[in-house]
């Protein structure tokens, strides 16, 4: 158990038999009253977002939450296989909990997965990522001064937008939280 004092960004609170992420979070002393935190919670398994106002020092009990590093190793089909690297225990992690992440994960990528009680709750890849071009049109010639893009398919198999002067076989780096182009590797 915490008080509202203790909130922090990233705190996961367990509120109604739910868990909820603290996305943001504002302490208000108004003039007349008592003070009070407004915080903006995410919750962890739908990802929906709600705000939610709290009395100040009001007790709110927290999860447990364990975030561990580990290594993408495979996909089998229906889940994804993650390898803690300390213990080498393997884990399952349900596509739907991946979500979007799998879109830039390769095998020997590393990525946080947190849990709760042993059970898989998301999984953090870093901000971005080094991706090879599998496949994309060639830029017109005329096309370069307007500052166009093009659709490229990514060797994860996502489909990101590229400038006009990105060919097939260069590799780029990806932002993981919105698929945007971030720039070209050499």
């Not at 509120?15 to 003039?31: A, I, M, R, S, Y």
């Not at 398994?45 to 927290?62: C, I, L, M, P, Q």
């Not at 830029?139 to 990105?166: C, H, M, N, W, Y």
């Amino acid at each position: 158990m915490a008080t509202t004092n203790d909130l922090k960004n990233g705190t996961v609170l367990n509120l109604d038999g739910n868990l909820w992420t603290v996305v943001e979070f504002q302490h208000v002393k108004p003039g007349k009253g008592g003070a009070f935190v407004r915080t903006k919670l995410k919750n962890v398994t739908s990802g929906k977002v709600v705000d939610r106002t709290f009395n100040a020092g009001t007790k709110v009990e927290t999860a447990n939450v364990d975030k561990r590093s580990m290594q993408y190793l495979y996909n089998d089909g229906q889940d994804f296989i993650f390898m803690d690297g300390d213990t080498y225990d393997q884990i399952p992690v349900s596509a739907e909990i991946v979500g979007d992440a799998a879109n830039f994960m390769l095998e020997n990528t590393s990525a946080t997965v947190a849990t709760h009680d042993g059970v898989p709750l998301f999984v953090e890849l870093p901000t971005s990522v080094e991706l090879l071009i599998k496949h994309t049109d060639p830029g017109l010639q005329g096309d370069r001064s307007t500052g166009g893009t093009k659709p490229a398919e990514l060797e994860t198999g996502a489909t990101i937008q590229v400038p006009l002067f990105i060919s097939t076989g260069e590799k780029v780096k990806v932002d993981t939280r919105d698929g945007g182009y971030l720039g070209r590797i050499n």
